[in-house]
């Protein structure tokens, strides 16, 4: 039973760092039908920028962690918008080309982090309440996973508020809807990408930062290998869909974890074939809209 | 396309002339190559009569091979794929494991991996192609992920999992085996470029080539017209990943060996780098884009080793000695700057030169050609 709650609550946790990488993915793609390549090394450099900031400030102390996750955020904000500007947006309504760039620059960035921090892992830990356990119903839980689900929850929740009360969400909703018909009422919906682009990046951003604690290391390819679970989890959850990137993050680490303990290691294969799974009965996904 | 009927019997019969004997000296002299003396410093590492620089060739010729079948699937039937390398990978570990599990010879095995690749591809093919657009780019990526998961993980100790699996040599014809039969190998290379670009070519222009032209351009007034398009689409994607397997048993034997790279996620996106630079659509861009890859890849690893650059300042230095750094940079430019890769700058070129014959920019229209069938087929894509 304790190995069914920490699996559980690992689960979870894992399932929160998926969401933070996958909710930008989702977003992006739903307004801008942009399948973003490069989201991995936003995450990469988020961690890679917190990870120095924290050492320099003190890894295993709470300002060292806070102010490491507003680095990383801040990071993968700037970095994403950036790279709205500079090469998504040029290539204005060319989807497979802008798909192309994004490949192209996730490749000359992780060799360029390769070069700058090197390819081995750089170990890391943040202070010592979260390298601690907590006792719950016999599973001692690390601590570090509550603060990722924590931080999930709120990006979540700001995410909601943001799109549900303020003016450019509505835009960015409506555009995920329907982009040709917000174009035709006169709004510029190039500040919107620029928008949706940044938000997935400070999401991607924190999601490095406590990326690294739950592994417990920074390396150059932590970005891409969590792009491509972020990847399985936007088309199980239906692409453009903020919920559904939610409940297939926890669906897909929670699988993942039980697959690993149970099934002899083999979480892998069997998140690969739950998208076969899912695109076999309903090709758009769980909350994709019309299949 | 653009052979307009004003044109006169006389310079379109001596273009078509030209049009195959510029290849055929081309082949000529590749084949000549390992028995020739030349030197092309900066170029090639060494003399082309040497194992190193022979090696290099016949890498870029099988890269140029797979770059071919991306381009059936992605130039012709317009399907992005980014689990090309999967194929690549299942040939050359299956031709691996069938010669020494089974102990057979090189030729029974190779045959039975040809089978086996066709069963294996139909059956992936058939589940893949149900959906198109981005969600078949992210079900391949899938399939090749679970490939890559299985090769690491080495079931059954058969894989060699991540120091890769060594070519059991014992059932390989001694004239493939060891560095003094590289010439062997290089012109095995060769002969598989060659005849790729037979078939690819042959594919293409066969009904069921011209029909996937249809379907990357308009899948409704296919299905109209009383075609299905998802047996020709699929008989596409088994052509190209038959290709892929080949090359890949091609690459088992040229490298000794397999490592688990070459399933990887990494390599299909390097075929994409090769495809676009070349430019999407031709068959010439495709082998173009893979040998320049394949060059600048040497060379870029060989610099940043050089002695100059590790004493640059770390600005400088960095960059310069990360070779996926500078392609991925020049992937960008070239999709920025240069759509249609070096095939449709070629054609953009000629085309100033005799203004008004033809089509300009192929690639590019090609790309957004994929991009319409996206458009069409939204999320799912499932029509009714």
């Known amino acids: 039973m304790s190995t069914v709650i920490l699996l559980l609550f690992t689960g979870v946790g894992l399932g929160a760092i998926y969401f933070l990488v996958a909710s930008g993915l989702s977003l992006i793609y739903g307004l801008m039908h942009v399948l973003n390549f490069a989201h991995g090394v936003f995450l990469s450099l988020g961690a890679f920028l917190g990870f120095e900031v924290a050492s320099r400030l003190g890894a295993t102390t709470w300002t060292g962690f806070a102010a490491s996750l507003l680095v990383g955020a801040l990071a993968g904000a700037v970095f ?106 006169g709004i510029d ?103 | 396309m653009s052979t307009s009927a004003t044109d006169t019997a006389y310079p379109q019969g001596a273009r078509a002339w030209v049009g195959r004997l510029v290849p055929l000296a081309l082949v000529v002299l590749l084949a000549c190559l390992p028995l020739l003396n030349l030197h092309l410093p900066g170029v090639l590492p060494g003399p082309t009569y040497t194992p190193g620089t022979l090696h290099l060739l016949a890498l870029a010729m099988v ?79 899938a399939f090749a992920q679970a490939g890559s998961v299985l090769v690491r993980r080495d079931p059954g100790r058969v894989t060699g999992g991540e120091e890769g699996l060594r070519l059991p040599t014992d059932y390989v014809p001694a004239a493939l085996v060891g560095v003094a039969d590289t010439r062997n190998l290089y012109w095995l290379a060769l002969a598989a470029l060659v005849l790729t670009f037979l078939l690819v070519s042959w594919v293409q222009g066969s009904r069921a080539g011209h029909v996937a032209e249809a379907v990357r351009e308009n899948e ?21 990943s038959v290709i892929a397997i080949g090359m890949g048993m091609v690459h088992l034997l040229l490298n000794s060996g397999a490592v688990p790279h070459i399933v990887s996620a990494e390599l299909t996106i390097s075929l994409l780098l090769m495809v676009v630079i070349g430019g999407v659509g031709s068959r010439w861009g495709a082998v173009a884009g893979a040998v320049l890859y394949v060059l600048l890849n040497q060379r870029l690893t060989v610099l940043a080793q050089a002695e100059w650059v590790h004493d640059l300042p770390a600005p400088l230095r960095i960059p310069l000695s990360e070779p996926m750094f500078i392609l991925g940079t020049l992937f960008v430019l070239v999709v920025m700057f240069l759509p249609g890769g070096l095939a449709g700058t070629v054609t953009r070129l000629r085309g100033a030169r005799h203004r008004g014959s033809g089509d300009q920019r192929p690639g590019a229209e090609r790309l957004e050609d994929v991009d319409d069938d996206q458009q069409a087929a939204p999320v799912g894509g499932a029509r009714p």
């Open chain 2, 220 to 240: 409704l007034r296919v299905r109209v017209l009383g075609m299905r398009p998802f047996l020709v689409k699929l008989a596409i994607f088994v052509a190209a």
């Open chain 2, 63 to 141: 890269m140029a091979a797979l770059a071919l079948s991306y381009h059936l699937l992605l130039g012709v039937a317009g399907l992005l794929s980014f689990g090309h390398a999967l194929y690549f990978g299942f040939g050359a570990y299956l031709l691996g494991i069938v010669m020494s599990e089974l102990e057979l010879g090189l030729v029974p095995s190779v045959l039975l991996v040809l089978l086996a690749g066709v069963a294996f591809s139909l059956a992936l093919g058939a589940v893949s192609l149900r959906v198109t657009g981005i969600p078949f780019a992210m079900v391949t990526l």
């Open chain 1, 80 to 185: 994403a918008a950036l790279t709205e500007r500079l090469l998504v947006q040029r290539l204005y309504e060319r989807h497979i080309e802008q798909v192309l760039v994004t490949v192209g620059l996730g490749l000359a960035a992780v060799a360029l982090f390769d070069g700058i921090w090197g390819t081995d892992p750089k170990f890391i830990s943040g202070p010592p309440w979260m390298g601690r356990t907590t006792h719950i119903l016999g599973a001692n839980v690390p601590n570090d996973r509550f603060v990722a689900i924590l931080v999930a929850g709120l990006v979540l929740l700001g995410m909601v508020l943001f799109l549900q009360r303020t003016r450019y969400g509505m835009i960015i909703r409506a555009g995920v809807e329907n982009r040709a018909m917000v174009t035709a009422l």
């Open chain 1, 189 to 291: 919906v190039r500040t919107a990408f620029t928008l949706v682009f940044t938000i997935g990046g400070i999401a991607a951003g924190l999601g490095g930062v406590l990326a690294s604690h739950y592994f417990g290391y920074v390396s150059p390819l932590l970005g891409q290998t969590l792009l491509i679970f972020a990847f399985i989890v936007t088309v199980i959850g239906g692409l453009g869909s903020l919920t559904g990137a939610a409940i297939a993050s926890v669906l897909v680490a929670l699988l993942q974890q039980f697959a690993n303990y149970y099934l002899w290691g083999t979480g892998d294969l069997a998140v690969v074939v739950l998208l076969a799974v899912v695109l076999l009965t309903r090709p758009s996904g769980l909350m994709g809209r019309r299949a």
